[in-house]
């Protein structure tokens, strides 16, 4: 049996020293697989042009005719050296510097191939590379990757490299791809595409080289998400909530408002998941205040009527505390039993509390990353809820999975990502969505204004908290560090204090503990403090229905969802709202980040403008996500290729053939080494 690509270690591609394979194991590559795959991520065009169609400033390679005697000047160890060439009928000079080898070879009437920087007003070249076609020409003519290199590996040995591993290994490239789908969408073959990407011929070659291995790319990874799921589902191993529709609507209406469609829409859906006998994996995606947290206590109502236990993580204290006090407010009447669980709980109460979970005493906890400690245990987890959920990274959340026998799980986000790219990216989960906000609530009105409107910001701030209402300053943003972020804050508020004397003005930062910023936050919340001077730490969750202004300082280092869910911290009592961005951006981005947020208060529509502006990478924040890396593919401008890719992986897993034909063998291969069969490795 012959080795596969995978098993064939990179030391056997001619050319690759010792010491070179420790440099390439620098950049993940240790197999010819590895290497074969290592694109790209331009190409220097190296074909001939004509000085009649170059423009000044062109990169250009020509050919040209030596015609005067070449010139060499030294500088120390430095040199430049001129040249009067003829190319068609234009006589031009070329310089070269630190090249005075050269001078000899530059005899009259020889023909050269050029390749530099053209200046149109001088009628003159900058040489970076040439050739002389009468030693058996090289490149010119053709496009040459390039590739991202470093340490001691350097761009030409690369190319020579991947020629010479094209050369011994190239026939062995196998096919991946079904026939059904060569032949739906023409594809060129594989090894030809992998080929073309290496070494096109022409601009149009390389791209179809492209597009069949982007393809690619997104189509492995919808059919490892979309087997996952089949998988899941035929597993039949879930929590089977037996709660019935007359209990549910009890619940439902005791609740203080009644349901906007949207959310009877995603009750259903839920309840549908919870009933049934596979695992729900679904994401609640909703804008700041569209009521996600109603529906998180209905499951949790749902789990304890059926003799589970819920859980619910979030991601700080003030907002664990915050969603225990509603949760008993909901849950009281019913009585059921709902418990704290953060790192500020210790000693005998901590063990106390551990105790009565263990034995079924608390129906429902919740808490920080606290839960996921190992001394935690339940009687009879049932349902795991986990609110913004992109602050958790993937392992976090799963080993809260793993508290109970297959848990239900129901996955929450105010960091609107548009329908479509969430179906697609977390194409393992269901998800919902929740687009219209409940009746009564009062759109928050948006300003952009320069710092030196300051003054009027302040007597603004002035009018809202003589009239009682509470206002929210945050301070900017500095990347760097949090200590200057907390010096910042501490600059800011003793300014607020001088300014207001008449006003209590609070100070929130990352470095206070939690008893002190819960105890900032009770007086905010019982409107003790007028004015809240803090960082970023208000941003998560925090509801004080009786603050209408959010001033944010220096908005344009703020990314667009982290400003809208600032925002999304006003506008939830009855009076009107307002956001004012103080902010002079330099940059285009941030002057249209500033636009945006004037715009629109609709999360859905900021974070669609966000994706355009900044690319999914950042948006998803990829490093936290658990969103794959593609070598090739992006997930925002290869949109429309990734939907194709999820259609035909999710028709594919659901044919019987796809399991047992032996023309799918390579694809089960790669889902087994995948290890997408192996219980919870995908989560």
């Known amino acids: 049996m012959s080795l596969s690509l995978d098993q064939i270690s990179i030391r056997q591609v001619r050319g690759v020293s010792a010491l070179k394979e420790g440099e390439l194991h620098a950049f993940g590559i240790f197999t010819v697989k590895d290497l074969l795959e290592y694109y790209p991520f331009r190409y220097e065009d190296y074909r001939l042009r004509s000085l009649s169609e170059v423009k000044d400033g062109d990169k250009i390679t020509i050919q040209a005719k030596v015609m005067g005697v070449p010139v060499l000047q030294r500088y120390g160890k430095k040199s430049r050296l001129t040249c009067k060439m003829m190319a068609e009928d234009w006589m031009f000079t070329a310089t070269w510097f630190n090249r005075h080898f050269l001078k000899e070879q530059l005899a009259s009437g020889r023909e050269i191939v050029l390749v530099g920087k053209w200046d149109q007003r001088r009628m003159q070249m900058t040489v970076s590379e040439s050739e002389f076609p009468d030693q058996g020409a090289w490149r010119s003519g053709t496009l040459q990757p390039v590739y991202s290199v470093g340490g001691k590996i350097t761009q030409s040995w690369m190319r020579k490299t991947m020629g010479q591993a094209l050369v011994q290994y190239g026939e062995m490239i196998p096919e991946i791809l079904p026939q059904s789908i060569m032949q739906k969408y023409h594809f060129m073959p594989r090894k030809q595409a992998i080929m073309t990407i290496h070494q096109p011929q022409d601009t149009r070659e390389g791209q179809q080289g492209r597009e069949r291995m982007v393809y690619e790319e997104l ?168 609110d913004e959920q992109h602050r958790f990274g993937v392992n976090q959340r799963s080993v809260l999975r793993r508290k109970g026998y297959n848990p239900d799980v129901l996955t929450m986000t105010a960091t609107p990502i548009p329908r479509t790219l969430a179906i697609t990216a977390f194409g393992d989960m269901d998800v919902s969505t929740l687009s219209e906000r409940p009746k009564g609530r009062i759109p928050i009105t948006t ?48 300014q607020m204090q001088q300014a207001f004397p008449h006003y209590r003005v609070g100070l929130l930062h990352g470095r206070m503990t939690p008893a002190e910023k819960e105890e900032v936050m009770r007086a905010f919340n019982e409107n003790e403090v007028q004015l809240l001077v803090s960082t970023t730490v208000v941003e998560v969750g925090v509801d004080v229905p009786n603050a ?111 399991w047992t034909s032996p023309s799918f063998d390579g694809l089960r291969d790669y889902l087994q080494k995948e290890q997408i069969f192996q219980g919870d490795l995908v989560d």
């Open 219 to 386: 189509f492995l990874f919808q059919l490892k998400m979309q087997a996952y799921r089949a998988l899941n589902r035929s597993r039949m191993d879930g929590v089977v909530h037996t709660v019935d529709n007359k209990t549910m609507r009890e619940f439902v209406r005791s609740l203080p408002f009644e349901l906007t469609d949207a959310q009877k829409r995603v009750e259903l859906e839920i309840l549908q998941d919870m009933r049934s006998p596979y695992c729900m994996n679904r994401l609640l995606q909703g804008d700041v205040g569209s009521g996600k947290t109603v529906l998180a206590a209905i499951a949790l109502y749902g789990a304890v009527r059926s003799g589970y236990q819920g859980a619910l993580m979030v991601p700080t204290e003030i907002l664990a505390e915050q969603h225990m006090r509603s949760l008993q407010k909901l849950f009281e009447p019913f009585g059921i039993s709902v418990a704290l669980l953060t790192g500020s709980v210790n000693g005998r109460k901590r063990k106390d509390l551990l105790a009565s979970l263990q034995m079924g005493m608390i129906d429902i906890v919740v808490g920080t990353h606290a839960l996921i400690q190992e001394d935690v245990f339940f009687r009879q987890l049932g349902l795991v809820v986990t």
């Open 447 to 494: 300003y952009w204004v320069k710092h030196d409107m300051m003054e009027r910001v302040l007597g603004f701030i002035s009018k809202e908290i003589d009239q009682g209402r509470q206002a929210y300053l945050i301070c900017p943003l500095i990347e760097e560090s949090e200590k200057l972020d907390v010096q910042n804050a501490i600059d800011l508020h003793i």
């Open 548 to 658: 209408t202004l959010m001033i944010i300082m220096d908005a344009d280092r703020f990314g667009l969802s982290q400003l809208h869910q600032l925002r999304g911290r006003v506008g939830r009592g009855e009076h009107a709202s307002y956001c004012i961005l103080i902010a002079d951006p330099k940059s285009e981005v941030g002057q249209e980040r500033m636009n945006v947020m004037t715009e629109t208060d609709d999360g859905f529509e900021v974070s669609r403008r966000d994706l355009d502006l900044r690319g999914p990478g950042d948006f998803f924040g990829t490093k936290q996500s658990g969103l794959p890396e593609f070598r090739l593919a992006d997930m925002v401008s290869d949109f429309a290729v990734l939907e194709k890719a999820r259609d035909d992986a999710s028709q594919l897993v659901g044919d019987s053939s796809f």
